[in-house]
């Protein structure tokens, strides 16, 4: 581990130190606040779970909620995230898996409803909605064109006062006919950073990844590799700082075309998603104080 990285593995993260210039346009956050692994290295020690969104929105504008993947949220949930949060805060969340991977979006109206009639009552501060699905072998689907078949119909439906990302595990499932049912519908290609999706620079040289006014990022990482190397998600385990020198003069193209940019950080991607974060703004301040020189 190179000395930046360990800096940001060890140092306290609850004393200003994520603090930096704001980016305009760019949001980011992680996947999910509920880690008591970050009790005393990124919430003040003797943080209760009950006071962990609360701790972290002093930090970050915006979160993506894991939760609502498992199961939909109940009006009280939603409306204490509202009320544990400032303005201007952002919620995304993911659509639950009932829908996604369960019913893999056939005869799910009743759902769909549900989900969304609970997050409606986030008002301004509700965020983009992930669907987030699994990755489909030629068993599941002979090609991108047959689940397009069911996608299309889907995003036709939903109301078009939420914003909505799209995340397939398929690198060859991102072609132009898909990317046209998305922009058609102005849904977003969630960007993701997974051992089986190309590297951003490659993805976006190839074609335009971009179909709404607004980007969604996740950084993923590979799950069943770093979970043999830890189970405790309080420090920073693997260098990422080449990746996000990949990533951010992507980021930098998106911003200048005048979208927002959400992006998510999850524990299994470095280690530990607050520290990921950090590495990202100094990482983006070292490339930036090289392009000013």
């Not at 949001?27 to 003797?46: A, I, K, N, Q």
């Not at 996608?151 to 690198?171: C, G, H, M, T, W």
């Amino acid at each position: 581990m190179n000395p930046a990285l360990a800096v940001a593995a060890s140092s306290r993260l609850d004393e200003g130190i994520l603090d930096h210039l704001p980016i305009p346009n760019l949001h980011l956050g992680t996947s999910s606040w509920s880690s008591e692994d970050w009790v005393g290295v990124f919430y003040p020690p003797g943080t209760l779970p009950a006071d962990f969104l609360a701790a972290y929105a002093k930090h970050f504008d915006t979160v993506e909620v894991d939760s609502t993947f498992y199961r939909s949220p109940s009006a009280a949930m939603v409306k204490n995230w509202h009320a544990r949060t400032p303005p201007g805060f952002k919620l995304a969340a993911k659509f639950p898996q009932s829908i996604t991977h369960e019913k893999v979006l056939a005869n799910c109206a009743a759902e769909v409803k549900q989900f969304l009639g609970a997050m409606e009552l986030l008002g301004d501060k509700l965020g983009p909605l992930l669907l987030q699905f699994p990755y489909f072998n030629k068993q599941a689907f002979a090609s991108v064109d047959d689940f397009r078949v069911l996608l299309e119909p889907f995003l036709d439906q939903l109301p078009r006062s939420f914003s909505y990302a799209v995340e397939i595990r398929n690198k060859y499932w991102i072609t132009p006919r898909f990317l046209e049912v998305l922009r058609k519908y102005k849904v977003a290609l969630a960007l993701i950073d997974h051992p089986w999706m190309p590297p951003i620079n490659q993805l976006a040289g190839k074609q335009d990844v971009v179909t709404a006014d607004y980007t969604y990022i996740r950084w993923l990482g590979d799950r069943k590799g770093i979970e043999e190397k830890t189970k405790h998600w309080d420090r920073l385990i693997v260098d990422r700082r080449q990746e996000m020198r990949t990533w951010i003069p992507a980021i930098r193209q998106l911003l200048k075309r005048g979208l927002r940019v959400f992006g998510f950080f999850n524990n299994h991607y470095a280690g530990f998603a607050p520290g990921s974060i950090r590495l990202f703004y100094e990482t983006w301040e070292e490339m930036q104080s090289k392009i000013e020189s």
